[in-house]
């Protein structure tokens, strides 16, 4: 009956309450969003490093090669000498070593020269049709498979570079035999091919397009040698993008960086730390949408209590009426924080359901820009019950003033001066 | 039935009231008059347990309710006392009907809601019951609150001015009213108030003056 009666009254004045909904449910959509992205963004950072100790690349920035080979979001540093990269590829430390030879997109999505070993790493299955096997035979992730409502058997011509509306290769096909089983990494998005295909694709026809002298693009370094043949993994004097190595000997991860940048033109780099300083680049930002938050919250919580105060004066008749008709002192008190709490509490609930739809559209503008999606469905219990909690201490502060002078009402005077 | 003893009562220094003694039986009608700032109200609100006598003694169905903590009070007060103001407050965003029943559910902590319907038919106030007392004239929520202060069936019933708002027609109706109800529900009924035209009706009176 109590609950019934701070439900009335929560409705009796509805733009007060509306006020406060509204402001309650602002922050708490922003920190729902926050604690989302933050997760769900370092998830998807921390998967794809899975299994990644080092990246040996062209020199440069650590972290464009970082963001480039393994993320797929940033232009490559450069190209390597796959002859010398098979050195360090070989090695004894080295448990896998994965290459990468980037040239083509097709609308978009990259076309990556690897081997199988690529798609084992982010557990990623065949799940229709075969592997790529002879040159220009393509595996297409399950993503672009989608949206471009590719399926096997179908042929495309890649276009040159990063970016759909470049050069277009027209006089070689690539033809799709399989595609792969969706994983939620990078892979997702990505059609893959043998090295091979790379360096045959832009090898032809060096001579007739200077473009190719780009950095980050894989060519033939000799040109005077003309294949009529397919061209294959052992073909001298060739180049790629970067290396993926997984070390047996952790030893390597210490020291391999220093020694590489100290003896060759490549530099080996560590996703780990490239990838801690993302995130603390991108905490920062974080933090200032969190402390604007708290600011919301601590508004709302004003307002809360200036609409309870306010109404206080009014109601005090009511309350001295309710003492009258046999109320106790902490019934009233119970009925003030009950209605703090019920606004609280609803304007948390449509705070984590606004929070969500704000998810879901940067989710796909995400997608459309870093093919990046985040799950506004994914509920992080350990931090949401936390906000919950503080949504609901800032109800009991803000009610706790009016709750006392309702509990302390002198009855007789109230009504003496009425 | 409701009897009083030596009470008095002081806000301050200048302010102290002696009462004199009061007795008023089951289905009686005690009058209490006398002239602005003589201590109706006071006494009122010390008959009601809203205030504390500093002496005396206030016994109401053999309790002595001075002697009750507070929280005894509040349920003694809600169980055994209808009280019926000058001004008609109400919950405000409960229905007449509600509002009625709100008084029963604070008292007995059951809700009885087929007696409210009852009361508030005795009083004419059927087609009201599910209108806002904002919505009501200023007689008709008198009335409300005879059904609220009847509610709980006291032992004693008290109004404060209860007609002093109300036109000729309105005031001898609620009169009539309080009078057929509380010998209807064997209340002890103590009005306090300076309207002349409830002198004349009633003969029990004590003048405070």
């Known amino acids: 009956m109590i609950a019934k009666l701070a439900w009335r009254n929560i409705w009796f004045k509805p733009l007060n309450t509306l006020l406060s909904i509204i402001l309650l449910s602002s922050s708490v959509a922003i920190i729902t969003v926050l604690i989302l992205l933050q997760k769900q963004f370092e998830e998807k950072f921390s998967s794809n490093i899975d299994g990644v100790d080092l990246v040996l690349g062209a020199q440069g920035s650590p972290m464009q090669l970082i963001l480039s080979s393994v993320y797929h979001i940033d232009n490559p540093t450069g190209n390597i000498s796959y002859d010398s990269a098979k050195v360090w590829m070989n090695h004894p430390f080295i448990e896998k070593a994965i290459p990468l030879a980037f040239g083509d997109n097709y609308r978009g999505f990259k076309i990556v020269g690897t081997n199988s070993d690529y798609l084992d790493k982010y557990k990623a299955k065949i799940s229709k049709g075969k592997l790529f096997d002879k040159n220009f035979e393509v595996v297409v992730g399950s993503e672009v498979a989608q949206k471009l409502k590719l399926k096997i058997g179908d042929t495309f011509h890649g276009t040159h570079g990063d970016a759909k509306e470049g050069e277009v290769h027209e006089h070689i096909d690539y033809k799709i035999t399989g595609i792969a089983s969706p994983t939620g990494s990078v892979i997702d998005n990505l059609i893959l091919s043998?090295?091979?295909?790379?360096?045959?694709?832009?090898?032809?026809?060096?001579?007739?397009?200077?473009?190719?002298?780009?950095?980050?693009?894989?060519?033939?370094?000799?040109?005077?040698?003309?294949?009529?043949?397919?061209?294959?993994?052992?073909?001298?004097?060739?180049?790629?993008?970067?290396?993926?190595?997984?070390?047996?000997?952790?030893?390597?991860?210490?020291?391999?960086?220093?020694?590489?940048?100290?003896?060759?033109?490549?530099?080996?780099?560590?996703?780990?730390?490239?990838?801690?300083?993302?995130?603390?680049?991108?905490?920062?930002?974080?933090?200032?949408?969190?402390?604007?938050?708290?600011?919301?919250?601590?508004?709302?919580?004003?307002?809360?209590?200036?609409?309870l105060y306010n109404r206080l004066k009014e109601r005090k008749y009511e309350f001295a009426l309710m003492?009258?008709?046999?109320?106790?002192?902490?019934?009233?008190?119970?009925?003030?924080?009950i209605e703090s709490l019920i606004l609280c509490f609803v304007g948390f609930l449509f705070g984590t359901i606004f929070g969500r739809f704000a998810l879901g559209f940067i989710s796909n503008s995400a997608e459309d820009d870093f093919k990046m999606a985040f799950n506004p469905m994914e509920i992080v219990w350990e931090k949401e019950s936390i906000l919950l909690i503080a949504t609901l201490v800032v109800g009991i502060i803000a009610a706790l003033i009016p709750a006392i002078k309702a509990y302390q009402l002198n009855i007789s005077k109230t009504l003496a001066n009425a | 039935m409701l009897q009083t003893k030596n009470v008095t009562f002081f806000y301050n220094k200048e302010t102290q009231f002696t009462f004199p003694e009061l007795k008023c039986n089951a289905s009686d009608v005690l009058l209490i008059t006398g002239n602005s700032g003589k201590g109706k109200t006071t006494l009122l609100h010390l008959l009601a347990g809203l205030l504390r006598p500093k002496n005396g003694e206030i016994s109401i169905e053999n309790t002595n309710i001075s002697s009750l903590s507070e929280k005894k009070l509040d349920q003694f007060r809600g169980k055994n006392i209808g009280l019926i103001l000058q001004q008609s407050h109400f919950i405000a965003s409960m229905s007449v009907l509600e509002n009625v029943v709100l008084a029963s559910w604070l008292a007995t902590g059951k809700k009885a809601i087929l007696k409210a319907e009852k009361l508030l038919a005795e009083l004419d106030l059927e087609n009201q019951k599910h209108k806002l007392p904002s919505q009501l004239s200023i007689g008709q929520q008198q009335r409300v609150s005879i059904a609220r202060a009847l509610i709980n069936e006291p032992k004693l019933l008290l109004a404060d001015e209860p007609t002093s708002s109300l036109d000729d027609e309105n005031a001898f109706k609620v009169a009539d009213l309080l009078e057929k109800l509380s010998k209807e529900y064997k209340a002890a009924l103590v009005i306090v108030t300076h309207d002349s035209r409830l002198k004349n009706k009633f003969t029990n009176q004590i003048n405070l003056n």
Request: no cysteine; proline share 4%.
């Open chain 1, 194 to 307: 043998n090295i091979p295909s790379v360096w045959q694709m832009h090898g032809n026809h060096e001579d007739e397009n200077p473009a190719h002298g780009e950095e980050g693009h894989v060519h033939k370094e000799d040109e005077h040698e003309h294949h009529e043949d397919d061209i294959t993994l052992n073909e001298p004097n060739m180049e790629i993008t970067a290396v993926l190595l997984k070390f047996r000997n952790k030893m390597g991860i210490v020291m391999w960086p220093r020694i590489i940048a100290q003896n060759t033109k490549m530099q080996a780099a560590s996703p780990a730390i490239e990838v801690n300083r993302i995130f603390s680049l991108f905490g920062i930002g974080l933090k200032a949408l969190e402390y604007l938050a708290y600011a919301i919250m601590l508004i709302s919580g004003i307002s809360i209590f200036i609409a």
């Open chain 1, 323 to 337: 003492r009258i008709n046999g109320a106790s002192r902490f019934q009233l008190l119970s009925l003030i924080l």
